[in-house]
């Protein structure tokens, strides 16, 4: 079983930046291919971002292309998001997740779930 603890959420302005970590418990961090989910109120929860088990490749929602970057350090079992140029729209709590699959975007193909981190960007 893997354990997942997002941290690094808050507010900030349009414009500004933040940078997600999560960290997953457990010794086999680097067989798992993760990703970062969003929800904003009201809505689904939605694909944000995807690493691979060795961080070479990723693989971004349209929505957040060119501004987030997913990125991951294995020694640390870590995964990183970093937005840069945020935008209302991105208000949501961000969940990271764990996947045995190769770089899936769909919701029902992770397997364990972080608590979420509540990420508010201001007008």
């Known amino acids: 079983q893997v354990q997942l603890v997002e941290s690094g959420g808050g507010l900030v302005q349009a414009g500004g930046s933040l940078r997600l970590a999560c960290v997953a418990s457990?010794?086999?961090?680097?067989?798992?291919?993760m990703g970062w989910f969003r929800q904003a109120p009201g809505k689904e929860r939605e694909f944000v971002a995807t690493i691979s088990r060795s961080g070479g490749t990723t693989r971004y929602a349209d929505s957040v292309k060119g501004r987030f970057t997913i990125s991951r350090d294995n020694a640390k079992n870590t995964v990183y998001l970093q937005m840069n140029s945020l935008k209302p729209e991105d208000t949501a709590v961000y969940y990271c997740?764990?996947?045995?699959?190769?770089?899936?975007?769909?919701?029902?193909?992770?397997?364990?779930w972080g608590q979420g981190s509540q990420v508010t960007v201001s007008s």
């Open positions: 997740a764990s996947s045995l699959r190769y770089m899936p975007t769909r919701r029902s193909d992770y397997d364990y």
């Open positions: 457990g010794r086999t961090f680097s067989t798992y291919t």
